[in-house]
């Protein structure tokens, strides 16, 4: 999963390293400047093929482009900051981002909270205490987490 958050800092890290505006890259790349705004600010996503154009136009990899290799720093005060919501939940369940359970949960949507608490119950996320998660869930979680 990639953190179009993320690459949209990138993608403007990289213009602002040019010395380029957003009216001078948006004109280059064939798109409107409010396009690249909204990759900027995370809120969209370029395509493959413009994609493809801005890692030529900065010399640099598909890899780097989409910080592929890049570990994300998570902010234990809001685990969200700085990131696609969706992303962070996905590293998550897929143990790339390690958090303290207990001490975030009240951080997910209601939503979120269901994935998460499936992949505890199902073992795939460790928690350092079962009875000290359990005093962070509502009841109705506490009561899908014992059955």
């Not at 990138?10 to 705004?37: C, F, M, P, W, Y």
Request: negative net charge; aromatic residues 8%; proline residues 4%.
């Amino acid at each position: 999963m990639i953190d179009f958050v993320q690459v949209g800092k990138k993608i403007q890290v990289l213009r602002l390293e040019k010395g380029l505006s957003q009216d001078v890259l948006s004109d280059e790349l064939h798109v409107t400047r409010q396009a690249l705004s909204r990759w900027e600010n995370g809120l969209s996503a370029p395509s493959i093929d413009t994609l493809i154009a801005l890692s030529k136009r900065f010399g640099v990899s598909f890899e780097e482009l989409l910080c592929l290799d890049e570990t994300p720093e998570i902010d234990p005060e809001n685990i969200f900051a700085g990131h696609d919501r969706d992303y962070v939940v996905q590293c998550i369940l897929e143990g790339r981002i390690t958090v303290n359970l207990t001490n975030v949960f009240y951080q997910f949507s209601p939503g979120e909270r269901m994935r998460v608490l499936m992949a505890v119950k199902e073992g795939r996320i460790p928690v350092p205490s079962a009875e000290d998660f359990k005093a962070v869930l509502t009841e109705g979680e506490r009561k899908y987490f014992n059955a």
